[in-house]
C-alpha cells in the first residue's frame, strides 16, 4: 500500500533526506520546508491530503502542537538518541580536534549525552541543555541561543553543538563555532519506516470510534435477542441506558462496513415496532455518543418505523436511511471553506460533502463513480462539481483506469484542498 507521507523540516533535513529517499519503499514522501521551525504552523494550515506527518525534529513537531492535533492524521518526529549524539560529537572530534566536554550541546534529553559520556568512559560532565520540558516559543529558542553563547564567552566551551538548525544559522551570523547535530541516513529511513508503519494501522484500524444508540418506543418481548444478533454483526455489545434505550460502541469502519454492504437494511427490518437509531462518530467515546444522540433524535422525528441518521465528528448529518441519503452539515463556519466556495461557485454544504468524502475514502486518489456513490448525485453532475476543483487548482487528475474492456477509461482525481478544511 502506497503511503503519503507530508515530512516538515528544514531546507538542510530536507538534503538529507531527499537523496535517500528512493530506498523508502511504498512511501510517497511530500516535503514543507521551513526557514523557522516556528513556521511549521503554518505549513500544517497549507498541508494537502497525506496519510501521516513526520517532523524533523521535537521542536517543530512541539511548535505545531495547536493545529496538529486539531487534524485527524497520525504524525510524530525524527526520535534523537545516543546514535545521533555519539555521531555528531565523533565528526567534531575528528574534522574540529575538540574534546567532548568542550562542546555546548542542546538537544531533546540530556540522558542522551551522558550515556554517551558513561558508555566512553569520559569523566568530565557534558556541557548541555535539553528542552524536554520546555512551552516553545521564539523565547525559548533565545533561551537556547544564550545558553551557547554563554558558555563560548566564558570558555567553558569552544563549540557549539546544536539540534536547531535556525539556532546554528544565528550563531553563525555572530560568529560562533557551531555545528549541527547530524541526522544519521538510517535513523531517517526507520524513522520513516516506522511513520508508514503507523499510518497504516490508523487506516486498517478506522481509528474512529463509532457509537449506536437505539431507542424502543414502545415495550416488547424478544428485543434484547434481536440486539443481540445487531451487536455481533457491529463487533460490539449493547448497554443499557435505560428501559427503552440501548447503545453499542464500536468502530466507524464496522459500521460504514454494514452501511456498504446494505446488511444493516436487513438487520433493522428484523426488529419489530417503530424505533429510533442514531450512529455517531468521534475522536472519543463521548464524542460519539454524543453525535449517536444527537442524529437519534432527528430519527424520532421522523415518521418512517425504521429508520436511522448518522452523524460525523465534523457534524455532517447523513440520511434517513435506507430510503434516502441526504447529507446536511450542522455546522459550516470554516472562514476557509466559504473562501474557496465562493472562488469555486459551489456550496460550503457541497464543499464540506467532498471533504467528508475524502476522510472517509479508504484512498487519497477516486474516481467520479466514488464520489457520486458517496454524494448520492448522478455521474454528470459529480463530474461537473470536480472540473470546477480541477479548474480552480483543488483537485487534479493524476491518472485514469479501464474497468472495462471497451469504452472510455475514467479519470482518477487527488484532491489539494487543505487538511485545515476539517477542523
Known sequence: ??????????????????????????????????????????????????????????????????????????????????????????????????????????????????????????????????YKNMLWSKDEINR?????????????????????????????????????????????????????????????????????????????????????????????????????????????????????????NNLFASIEGTIAIGFGYGKTVKEAEQNAKIAQSFAKNNPIDHCFYILTSDKELFGPFPKEQRVQSLKNDNPELMKIAKETKLSPANLSKIIQFSQSHPSLKFTAADLSEYLQVTRRSTERLLKKLVDYGYAHICGEEMPYQQGRPRAIYELNLPLSLSF
Not at 17 to 34: Q, R, S
Not at 190 to 213: F, P, W
Not at 246 to 257: A, K, N, P, Q, V
Open 144 to 264: 537556547v541561543m544564550d545558553f551557547h553563547i554563554a558558555k563560548y564567552q566564558s570558555g567553558e566551551a569552544h563549540l557549539a553543538l546544536t539540534s536547531i538548525h535556525a539556532v546554528y544559522d544565528e550563531l553563525q551570523k555572530i560568529g560562533i563555532p557551531s555545528e549541527r547535530m547530524i541526522d544519521p541516513k538510517q535513523s531517517i529511513i526507520h524513522g520513516l519506516q516506522d511513520a508508514k508503519i503507523k499510518a497504516e494501522l490508523a487506516k486498517s484500524h478506522s481509528a474512529t470510534v463509532g457509537a449506536c444508540m437505539i431507542t424502543s418506543l414502545e415495550l416488547r418481548e424478544g428485543l434484547l435477542e434481536q440486539l443481540d444478533f445487531i451487536s455481533k454483526e457491529l463487533r460490539g455489545s449493547f448497554k443499557k441506558v435505560d428501559e427503552m434505550t440501548f447503545i453499542l460502541y464500536t468502530t466507524r469502519g464496522d459500521i460504514e462496513s454494514i452501511i456498504k454492504t446494505n446488511m444493516i
Open 1 to 130: 500500500m502506497m503511503i503519503k507521507i507530508a515530512v516538515v523540516g528544514s531546507k538542510e533535513f530536507m538534503e538529507t533526506l531527499l537523496p535517500v529517499a528512493h530506498k523508502l519503499e511504498e512511501i510517497e514522501i511530500d516535503p514543507y520546508i521551513y526557514l523557522h521551525p516556528a513556521e511549521s504552523s503554518e505549513l500544517l494550515k497549507r498541508l494537502k491530503p497525506c496519510d501521516f506527518i513526520f517532523f524533523s525534529g521535537a521542536l517543530p513537531y512541539y511548535m505545531a502542537k495547536e493545529i496538529r492535533e486539531q487534524l485527524r492524521i497520525p504524525s510524530t518526529y525524527l526520535q534523537q538518541d545516543e546514535t545521533t549524539v555519539a555521531s555528531s560529537i565523533l565528526s567534531v572530534m575528528y574534522h574540529q580536534g575538540i574534546q567532548p566536554h568542550k562542546i555546548s550541546i542542546d538537544l531533546v534529553d540530556r540522558s542522551f549525552i551522558t550515556n554517551v559520556f558513561h558508555d566512553i568512559g569520559i569523566k568530565e560532565s557534558p556541557q548541555v541543555l535539553d
